[in-house]
């Protein structure tokens, strides 16, 4: 205290010598600066031989780093950011944009804001950047990328077209080659794009939903850019209409996508789910779901849109949304300009004039059955929201409908259960609960949820609930916290190990916790040493929420401030 003392009043004395410090302008706010680590394994490349990080500065003037770290060569990138590398490793891709001035000055133009792209051959660091780009993607094996650009419209075609270009410009796909060798940087290009899908699970096939015009031509149509110029492209459906939303499967040979047919009573366009699978096989089979051929799909119901589809791990179902129709535009009317709220309103007013196309937009999960033809209603209905479960039949459900208006108030809770995909059946097994605190193991044989101030595991396929607090002794839940609502939430969830345990957090350490609650062990010494433990996933696993145990080198430990930084190999 004396010592503490003795340097407070030296500090005072001083300060009458010293000359006044220079006032801070606001052109000295750029000097602020914060790094931003990518969110994909730290920045780090697959063989972790370079790093990408991100310098965001207080007056905009952001860029993107990229660093080898053998020898420290940085590339600068201005306006940098989204980087990604190619699954090969040997390429990275990023966003360029605009300073605030340029942006600024094109909306002021009304021209369309575009961003650029960066492409860096990481062995020599070669840069090649590209203008007016909306959308680009490595193949997932890394051997090609798609670079969508805005290029000039055909003086005769002007004024139609891609609703996200203006009248003088149309967006064209390229298919650039990265292979190295004879045919690195060779391009294929096609029109009339509207969404591109690259094949999964290491492959190159390309999906595309090619765009017509009012004489026809919309088709699916897959490219194989390894292949001969005169067979690289297949057309896997022609049917005069409209498509949208192609989904791959995660094993890479099936495909699903919507297919419009229409309906003179309803505004809104329904859709039949379609499922191609054995893609690059000799004899792929197309299966179609067609919702006014199955009795039990519900009346006053449409297959739409603006969700899309998705694919169970088996293949055996698919994922879609279905809403009412919307009424026909001659059902309408003008009506007048009267708002009314009703006292039974979830939602006051004014965010319901807010929110009216999203509102709009609202659907509830179902379960198409592609080989029996019939579809199961997962979510009951817009206050629920239905999750499908990695490895099962099954999909969990959370349901407010009972606690709506607690749920604006900032007091989240809902009834979870259990749904069967391909029967319906459901299973009650927790009630008023926050549902923002449910994980589900990545095999889906188990999930975690928040019930009563204590962490609890359900095992789905024996339907035992374990109260995992209970049974290992260990303070999960962050009762400090300055939350409002009747939860106090969990410390956190580090993700699951091999076999099968979950990794919960306490304040300062890392617990491994038997889902049936007949084992715990504190794996870390935090609260005796004054250090925070959590999981950072820095190899690249085949699922980011597995951690391999037996391997600690394989993860990373760090802690936040105040308590001391931590990390163990």
């Given at each position: 205290?004396?010592?503490?003392?003795?340097v407070?009043?030296?500090g005072?004395?001083?300060t009458s010598?010293?000359?006044?410090l220079?006032?801070?302008?606001?052109?000295?706010?750029?000097?602020w600066?914060?790094?931003?680590?990518?969110?994909?394994?730290l920045?780090?490349?697959?063989d972790?031989?370079?790093?990408?990080?991100?310098?965001?500065?207080?007056?905009?003037?952001d860029?993107l780093r990229?660093?080898r770290l053998?020898?420290?060569?940085t590339?600068v990138?201005?306006?940098?950011?989204n980087?990604?590398?190619?699954a090969?490793?040997?390429w990275?891709?990023?966003?360029i944009?605009?300073?605030?001035?340029?942006?600024t000055?094109?909306?002021?133009?009304h021209r369309?804001?575009r961003?650029?792209?960066?492409?860096v051959?990481?062995?020599?660091?070669?840069?090649?950047?590209f203008?007016?780009v909306?959308?680009s993607?490595?193949?997932?094996?890394g051997?090609?990328?798609a670079i969508?650009?805005?290029?000039?419209r055909?003086?005769d075609?002007?004024g139609?077209?891609?609703?996200r270009?203006n009248?003088?410009?149309?967006?064209?796909?390229y298919?650039r080659?990265?292979?190295?060798g004879?045919?690195n940087?060779?391009?294929?290009?096609?029109?009339?794009?509207?969404?591109?899908?690259?094949?999964?699970?290491?492959?190159h096939?390309?999906?595309?939903?090619?765009?017509?015009?009012?004489?026809?031509g919309?088709?699916?149509?897959?490219?194989?850019?390894?292949a001969?110029p005169?067979?690289?492209t297949?057309?896997l459906?022609?049917?005069?209409?409209s498509?949208?939303?192609l989904?791959?499967r995660?094993n890479?040979?099936d495909?699903a996508?919507?297919?419009s047919?229409?309906?003179r009573a309803h505004?809104?366009?329904?859709?039949?789910v379609i499922a191609?699978?054995?893609i690059g096989t000799?004899?792929?089979?197309t299966?179609?779901?067609?919702a006014?051929?199955?009795?039990?799909?519900?009346?006053?119901?449409?297959?739409?849109?603006?969700?899309?589809?998705?694919?169970?791990?088996?293949?055996?179902?698919?994922?879609v949304?279905?809403?009412a129709?919307?009424p026909?535009?001659?059902?309408?009317g003008?009506g007048?300009n009267?708002?009314?709220?009703?006292?039974?309103?979830?939602?006051?007013?004014?965010y319901?004039?807010?929110?009216?196309?999203?509102?709009?937009?609202r659907?509830?999960?179902?379960?198409v059955?592609i080989?029996?033809?019939?579809?199961i209603v997962?979510?009951?209905?817009f206050?629920?929201?239905a999750?499908?479960?990695?490895g099962?039949?099954?999909?969990?459900?959370?349901?407010?409908s009972?606690?709506a208006m607690d749920?604006?108030?900032?007091?989240p809770a809902a009834?979870?259960?259990?749904v069967?995909?391909?029967t319906g059946?459901?299973t009650?097994?927790?009630?008023?609960v926050?549902?923002?605190?449910?994980?589900?193991?990545?095999d889906?044989?188990?999930?975690?949820?928040?019930?009563d101030a204590?962490?609890?595991?359900?095992?789905?396929?024996t339907?035992?609930?374990?109260d995992?607090?209970?049974a290992?002794?260990?303070?999960?839940?962050?009762?400090?916290?300055?939350t409002?609502g009747?939860?106090?939430?969990t410390?956190?969830?580090g993700?699951?190990?091999?076999?099968?345990?979950v990794?919960?957090?306490d304040?300062?350490?890392?617990?491994?916790?038997?889902i049936?609650?007949?084992?715990?062990e504190?794996?870390t010494?935090?609260?005796?040493?004054r250090?925070r433990y959590?999981?950072?996933?820095?190899?690249?696993?085949?699922?980011?929420?597995?951690?391999?145990?037996?391997?600690?080198?394989t993860?990373?430990?760090?802690a936040?401030?105040?308590r001391?930084?931590?990390?163990?190999?």
């Amino acid at each position: 205290m004396l010592l503490a003392s003795a340097v407070l009043v030296s500090g005072i004395g001083a300060t009458s010598q010293t000359p006044s410090l220079p006032t801070l302008r606001s052109e000295d706010s750029g000097r602020w600066e914060a790094l931003v680590p990518s969110t994909d394994h730290l920045g780090l490349s697959p063989d972790g031989s370079v790093l990408a990080y991100r310098i965001d500065r207080s007056n905009w003037e952001d860029e993107l780093r990229v660093a080898r770290l053998s020898d420290g060569r940085t590339l600068v990138v201005p306006y940098g950011r989204n980087p990604e590398y190619s699954a090969d490793g040997r390429w990275l891709r990023y966003d360029i944009g605009h300073s605030p001035a340029e942006e600024t000055q094109l909306k002021n133009d009304h021209r369309p804001v575009r961003e650029g792209l960066g492409l860096v051959e990481l062995s020599t660091f070669a840069e090649t950047r590209f203008s007016d780009v909306g959308d680009s993607d490595f193949s997932s094996d890394g051997a090609y990328i798609a670079i969508e650009r805005y290029v000039p419209r055909p003086a005769d075609s002007r004024g139609g077209g891609d609703r996200r270009a203006n009248s003088d410009e149309s967006p064209r796909l390229y298919v650039r080659s990265l292979r190295s060798g004879p045919g690195n940087g060779t391009e294929l290009a096609f029109d009339n794009v509207r969404q591109f899908e690259w094949q999964p699970d290491h492959g190159h096939l390309l999906a595309m939903n090619m765009g017509g015009d009012a004489q026809g031509g919309a088709r699916v149509q897959l490219l194989n850019p390894s292949a001969a110029p005169a067979s690289a492209t297949t057309v896997l459906d022609d049917t005069p209409a409209s498509f949208s939303e192609l989904a791959w499967r995660a094993n890479g040979s099936d495909l699903a996508y919507l297919r419009s047919h229409s309906n003179r009573a309803h505004a809104g366009v329904a859709f039949d789910v379609i499922a191609v699978r054995g893609i690059g096989t000799a004899a792929p089979t197309t299966r179609v779901y067609d919702a006014t051929r199955d009795p039990g799909f519900p009346a006053d119901t449409r297959v739409v849109d603006f969700r899309r589809p998705s694919w169970s791990a088996d293949g055996r179902v698919i994922f879609v949304g279905i809403a009412a129709p919307q009424p026909a535009a001659s059902d309408r009317g003008t009506g007048a300009n009267v708002r009314i709220w009703h006292w039974r309103d979830i939602e006051v007013m004014p965010y319901q004039a807010e929110h009216i196309e999203a509102d709009g937009r609202r659907n509830r999960l179902a379960a198409v059955n592609i080989d029996d033809g019939t579809l199961i209603v997962l979510a009951p209905s817009f206050d629920a929201r239905a999750h499908p479960i990695p490895g099962t039949s099954l999909a969990w459900v959370a349901d407010w409908s009972a606690y709506a208006m607690d749920r604006t108030l900032g007091r989240p809770a809902a009834d979870l259960s259990l749904v069967d995909t391909r029967t319906g059946q459901r299973t009650l097994f927790a009630t008023k609960v926050d549902d923002s605190e449910v994980h589900v193991r990545p095999d889906g044989g188990a999930l975690v949820f928040l019930r009563d101030a204590h962490l609890w595991s359900l095992n789905t396929r024996t339907r035992a609930l374990t109260d995992l607090s209970a049974a290992s002794g260990a303070s999960l839940i962050d009762t400090g916290s300055d939350t409002t609502g009747p939860h106090k939430p969990t410390f956190g969830i580090g993700g699951w190990t091999r076999g099968g345990a979950v990794l919960a957090y306490d304040r300062d350490d890392i617990w491994r916790l038997a889902i049936d609650g007949s084992a715990s062990e504190n794996l870390t010494d935090g609260a005796a040493t004054r250090t925070r433990y959590r999981v950072a996933q820095l190899a690249d696993p085949v699922d980011d929420r597995v951690v391999d145990d037996t391997r600690p080198s394989t993860s990373n430990c760090s802690a936040n401030a105040p308590r001391s930084t931590a990390t163990r190999d």
